[in-house]
């Protein structure tokens, strides 16, 4: 896994976390770090795109809400937070996050924050899946009369 | 001529002041809070979402609660509210066949690869009112199975295989937005997608249901139908790469068609195509089948004449708040225009009465004069 395919997997992680269970991992964490905006949080819109029979050309499905931020860290890492929604405090700590893990805290912040969060949305995801796979049909053919 | 009249604000005050009181309703009522709308009432939030064209649950459900459960008026709330959001940019077009299917079902193949997986489905009940509900009762959790893992491919792929079904041409072109620029007629597909994705659910399913009763019928089976989550990705200029920014919810309607032919293509089956946020299943369907019956002429069909193969009856009708916009704007004051009708009414009435006592005076029969 390369850098950016490590830093592509935590944004994203971040951008679909809970805001309340970040948070609450982010306030157990400790102090937050001093920084410098680059960009303040801002919410905004993302155009989401679909493909016509799924495979064919795009077009226009609808817009999401989506809220940005960068900043600066005191040592100088630039960190930037993208997450759906609305939530200015989420982007602003997915934005910390990203920063810190470019430091040397790197792995403590995947072992508080990270780590927790993807088991969040993975039990998530597998209890759905669980509820799913109780709703498939079993089809068995009926017995003939004339057999 | 244009007269501007003032006054009313008194009485506009008051009116939203009792507006405010009767959506609060019975004091002695516990009052509903946006999280149980969001929660509660998740198929009412879909609509306004896709009709609202923004994925936001929180702010439908908000919607709902200040329309009072007016969808349309709900709508109309997001619609304005998002045109007050800064755009981002656009994500790269949604995988759906990565999708983490809730419900995935087939009315062509039984056995399709990935199984028939119901769902939270309305299906297969009885539609007998469950009391119930009425008396606060607890609900057991929903029973687990085994998940098989892996992806569950769409069913037009092995069609496909066979080269029986009409293959959708690949394309990065950028479509056009009809929230940005006004809509051109001929419209292409792209856009055609994107005004049927956010048209009123009402008018597409009655666009929908017209072919079905013979209005350019196109034979359409449920290739397939899938609702669940797929994550949301966009390239990131600051970064170099994409990310994901979320995941959403959506609903997919693949319709499989019957077609014999034409001038230009081998008999084979065709496509119509629904993608609609949320779960939206009627709506999906429906999209699907307008869809294919407005592909007529890129097949080399024939113009049945018929309502749902008119692109342009289609797309400039299927909005329900630009139609509500120049419906409701007639019980504003016309006070003005009305004016001058009433004028125009009276002297006709004038001159129609002084053409009849003329005749009279003449000596003639009043029948006669009627006509």
Redesign the interface.
């Known amino acids: 896994m390369t850098a950016?395919d490590e830093?592509?997997a935590w944004?994203?992680l971040l951008?679909?976390a809970p805001a309340t269970e970040l948070a609450r991992l982010w306030e157990a964490f400790g102090e937050e770090p001093g920084h410098d905006w680059l960009r303040a949080p801002?919410?905004?819109?993302?155009?989401?795109?679909?493909?016509?029979?799924?495979?064919?050309?795009?077009?226009?499905?609808?817009?999401?809400?989506?809220t940005?931020c960068?900043l600066k860290l005191e040592g100088g890492a630039v960190g930037?937070g993208?997450?759906?929604?609305?939530d200015k405090r989420q982007a602003r700590q997915a934005a910390l996050v990203d920063a810190l893990m470019q430091t040397g805290e790197a792995a403590t912040v995947r072992e508080a924050i990270l780590d927790p969060l993807a088991e969040t949305l993975e039990t998530a995801?597998?209890?759905?899946?669980?509820?799913?796979?109780?709703?498939?049909?079993d089809?068995f053919t009926m017995v003939r009369g004339e057999d | 001529m244009y007269v501007a009249v003032k006054g009313g604000e008194r009485a506009i005050d008051n009116a939203h002041a009792w507006l405010a009181d009767e959506r609060r309703g019975d004091r002695g009522v516990a009052e509903l809070s946006v999280a149980q709308i969001r929660e509660q009432l998740s198929l009412a939030v879909n609509r306004v979402?896709?009709e609202?064209?923004?994925?936001?649950p929180?702010?439908a459900a908000l919607a709902i609660k200040q329309s009072r459960g007016d969808l349309i008026e709900a709508i109309f709330l997001i619609r304005a509210y998002?045109t007050t959001?800064?755009?981002?940019?656009?994500?790269?077009?949604?995988e759906?066949?990565e999708m983490?299917?809730?419900?995935r079902i087939s009315a062509t193949f039984?056995?399709a690869p990935g199984?028939?997986?119901?769902?939270?489905?309305f299906d297969y009940t009885h539609r007998l009112l469950d009391f119930k509900l009425a008396a606060d009762g607890e609900v057991p959790e929903?029973?687990?199975?085994?998940?098989?893992g892996g992806d569950v491919p769409?069913i037009?792929g092995y069609l496909n295989r066979e080269g029986l079904i009409q293959d959708?041409?690949?394309?990065?072109?950028?479509?056009?937005?009809?929230?940005r620029e006004p809509m051109e007629l001929p419209a292409?597909?792209?856009?055609r997608?994107?005004s049927l994705?956010?048209g009123d659910e009402g008018f597409v399913l009655g666009m929908a249901y017209s072919t079905q009763r013979g209005y350019a019928r196109n034979h359409a089976f449920v290739g397939e139908l899938r609702i669940g989550?797929v994550?949301?990705e966009?390239d990131?200029p600051?970064?170099?790469?994409?990310?994901?920014?979320?995941?959403?919810t959506?609903t997919?309607c693949?319709t499989v068609n019957q077609f014999k032919g034409s001038k230009t293509e081998p008999p084979q089956f065709t496509?119509g195509?629904g993608?609609v946020?949320g779960q939206t299943e009627r709506k999906a369907i429906s999209m699907a089948l307008v869809d294919r019956a407005l592909r007529w002429k890129e097949l080399g069909e024939d113009d049945q004449g018929a309502p749902a193969q008119d692109e342009e009856f289609v797309l400039m009708h299927s909005d329900n708040i630009q139609a509500t916009g120049f419906l409701e704007h007639i019980k504003l004051p016309h006070y003005v225009d009305f004016q001058s009708e009433l004028e125009l009414v009276r002297k006709l009435r004038r001159e129609v009465e002084a053409a009849r006592s003329s005749v009279l005076s003449d000596g003639l029969a009043p029948g006669e004069a009627a006509e």
Do not use: W
Not at chain 2, 85 to 94: H, N, V
Not at chain 2, 188 to 191: H, Y
């Open positions: 950016n830093r592509k944004m994203g951008a679909k801002e919410a905004g819109g993302v155009m989401v795109r679909g493909r016509a029979g799924a495979t064919g050309a795009p077009f226009n499905l609808g817009e999401m809400t989506v940005r960068s930037h993208y997450v759906q929604g609305r995801r597998a209890a759905r899946a669980a509820k799913a796979a109780a709703t498939k049909v089809f | 979402m896709a609202g064209s923004l994925y936001d929180d702010l998002r959001l800064p755009r981002f940019g656009a994500s790269k077009p949604i759906t066949g983490a299917c809730d419900r039984k056995d199984g028939q997986v119901l769902g939270p489905t929903a029973p687990e199975g085994t998940p098989q769409h037009t959708e041409p690949e394309s990065d072109e950028v479509p056009p937005d009809l929230t292409g597909r792209p856009l997608l994107q994705t956010r989550a994550a949301v966009m990131i600051e970064l170099g790469f994409a990310i994901e920014i979320g995941e959403i959506v997919e693949e496509r195509y993608l946020f």
